[in-house]
């Protein structure tokens, strides 16, 4: 038997008021609302967690670079020290000054990687809003503010 109330479709009808909604409406609504805020949070943690990806990503890169400064470093201050007996000052020296600015540079790679990577913050924004539920659960949404 099909009463105004209980129509055949699950929709409820855009004319009926609010307090005319039987329970079963009211609690279909209420699962169709908590359906639509967890896929939206869903979708901002996904949205998160690939800006700090990106970010990590990036920091490690130059991390990696960093590395690659710190082999040339090792490589260039193993041949300034067998240059060092060679001809002149020059062999040596020059040797030298190039493993230092070697070093410079890895130093400053390293500071700019791990700057990078001190910036990525996780998912603050879902963790907030995911906290705000149980009192927007409870009608206490000003609790939120």
Do not use: C, H
């Not at 040339?72 to 001809?87: D, E, H, P, V, Y």
């Not at 410079?104 to 924004?125: D, F, H, S, T, Y």
């Amino acid at each position: 038997m099909t009463t105004p109330y209980t129509s055949g479709s699950s929709s409820i009808e855009p004319e009926r008021r609010q307090d005319d909604l039987s329970l079963g409406d009211r609690l279909s609504n209420v699962t169709r609302d908590l359906s639509t805020l967890m896929r939206q949070e869903v979708a901002l943690a996904k949205a998160e967690v690939s800006e700090s990806a990106s970010r990590a990503g990036k920091g490690a890169g130059l991390l990696a670079g960093a590395a690659v400064a710190g082999f040339f470093t090792l490589m260039f201050l193993s041949i300034s020290l067998w240059r060092a007996l060679g001809n002149e000052i020059g062999y040596g020296w020059s040797a030298l000054i190039v493993a230092v600015i070697w070093a410079i540079i890895a130093a400053v790679l390293a500071a700019v990687g791990k700057k990078a990577l001190n910036q990525v913050r996780g998912v603050p924004e879902t963790t907030d809003s995911l906290g705000k539920i149980p009192n927007a659960l409870k009608g206490q949404e000003e609790k939120n503010l």
